[in-house]
């Protein structure tokens, strides 16, 4: 070994080091949040490269995300310096699957150019195929036999092993025959989808013992990041993978929180993380109990609220660190205010200097974003949304948007070098080089440069007539922006400029989808006056979600996206019966749908280093309707003791839940009073007693309640590091 490169074992408290040091034999590490199970796994491919136990092409590392996969990497060739030449086996199941689907893909049939269809090319083709069937498609719709789909394969059911019964639900029982029609379908394409990336690698394993094989040898050693949220299909994968050899121990290191288990709607089985030893006979399961992250009443309050599930191991978590701040708890009139709070927070926080990286807002649901968006965006916040619907940065939208752009703004060259040749116009690299060589002598944009060589003989013929009839048409266009309906206008180019006819040759799922898309951003344009409008808006949108990483800004993303994430400052809106708890979970799994929201609880809270702050609001529009909400159950399980009321910055007339009513000084802010005084009085009020109701459960909770099993609360306090 080398000793001088060992110093990143010195840092880790001796449970750590254990998870770090067995190297041989299956190793399971099952802890709470924050412990440092994610640092075990990076320190623990450290010591591997460090004691030349493998090669970095030697070591499966498999993460939930790709970000994590980005961040694992970065931090292991921190550890061990400039020597590791990339970790080509760090990433998602997925990512590794394909990988090793691409290289054997006639083995299974595919082409090793075949293509991944996401869930939009899924939803297209089923729907083909239903339509086929003469099914009703407004009765039976595709996306839930995607869904239907996905289940069966996250359960590594292929169509023949699907007991029977299932899929009856669908069309009166054809549920089963278009899920087989549908794979016929995808190796006709040669194509597949998400799932098939782990059941085709499953399948090539299985008949292929001389590749599973060679893959058992390469991979000395397995790692598994939040393996509590791994389904059957990860699982079986992984099980082959893992396979006891002559001689060899099966060095796999899972690690993993039953009670950050939240992908079940998923298809993932927190059983497979409590059968580890079974699985794996002689694991050593590893427990870590100091959590590293939180400060104290952060970690005390998440510990309190998930004590309150009865489906959980439970374990021991506790800090050394400082109490710090208590999470805070504020009401807010409506999602409107809820956004402009926080927005204020944050510009508060930025002026004392904290940076806007180091906080995040945790949605429940997607649709919660749009609100803090708008305000972002109003207020020139820069702010970025992670795992959010990417519609404008589709290739057809850009293309589109980039022939809209050239109309409405003739300077726009990198529109215009978008769009000159697409559809095909026969301009050559050669033309373009031209081009860009006049515009730049000339100093004129690509456009003008354009008009002005098409006069001149210095173009060959069939460009120069290809090129000619590109500006005539812009011209023409251009001509029709004052007398045409903007949506119009846009349909219209789009089919005059033969970029619809480039989508309707292209007879695959995948260009059907793009025509969709296309049709989809025309109607939206109708949502705007004009096309000036329409353009700002799509430039605001993209701007914000494009901007680098560099940036600084604030991360918005679902709650389950931020698994394994931690930020100084987080908040946590929404904190409502109906949207949090999701309604959606408690109707379909009851009980336990109840449990995994809470657990979605405390994944949420425990990302915070610092601080976490919660939101809740009276009201709440959903689906386009108002509704007067009740505080999330998740509030009265929170620990009095720990946890603050606040009144947020109270940009609000309708202040914290401890006042109740208007804050007085409030009302020079004309805008939110306007916002409160629209609101019909009625709804107000039942807002205002179901705070109540809350504030009189959740103060009325005696503070001697049990802490929780889970927190022992005496070793915390201040002892310093
Ligand atoms: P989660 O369950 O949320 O995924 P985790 O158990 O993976 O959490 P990590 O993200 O690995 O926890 O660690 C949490 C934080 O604690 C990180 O900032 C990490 O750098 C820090 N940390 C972990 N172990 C130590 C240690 N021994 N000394 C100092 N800091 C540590
Ligand atoms: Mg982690």
Redesign the pocket.
Known sequence: GNQAAAGYLA???PE?QAAVETLDGPVLVL??????????L?TRIAHILNQRRAFPSEILAVTFTNKAAREMKERIAHLVGEAVEGMPWLGTFHATGVKILRRHAELVGLKPGFTILDTDDQNRLLKQLIQAEDIDEKRWPARVLASAIDGWKNRALTPDKVPAGEGAAYANGMGLKLYADYQARLKVLNAVDFGDLLLETIRLFRENPGVLAEYQRKFKFILV??YQDTNVAQYLWLRLLAQRQEGRPQNICC?G?DD?SIYGWRGAEVDNILRFDKDFPGATVIR?ER???STGHILAAAAHLIAHNEGRLGKTLFTDGEDGAKPTLTSVWDSEEEARSIGEELEQLQRQGHLLNEAAILVRASFQMREFEDRFITIGLPYRVIGGPRFYERLEIRDALAYLRCVAQTSDDLAFERIVNTPKRGLGDATLQQLHDHARAQGVPLMQAARVLTETEEMKPKARRALKDLIDSFDRWAGQIEAMPHAELAQLVLDESGYTEMWQKDKTAEGAGRLENLKELVRSMEEFENLAGFLEHIALVTEARGEGETEDAVSIMTLHSA????FETVFLPGWEEGLFPHQRSLDENGRAGLEEERRLAY?GI??A?RRAKIYFAGNRRIHGLWQSTVPSRFVNDLPPDHVEISEGLGTSGYGGMGRGGFGQSRFDKVESFSSTYATPGWQRAQAQKSLNDAQARFTGRTGSQAFGSTYAEGRGGFQGR
């Open positions: 840092g880790l408290n750590q802890a709470g949040a924050g412990t440092g199970k994610t640092r075990v990076t990041d939040e690690v929180d950050q870590l959590n590293y992250r698994k394994g994430l931690e994944v425990t990302r280093r």
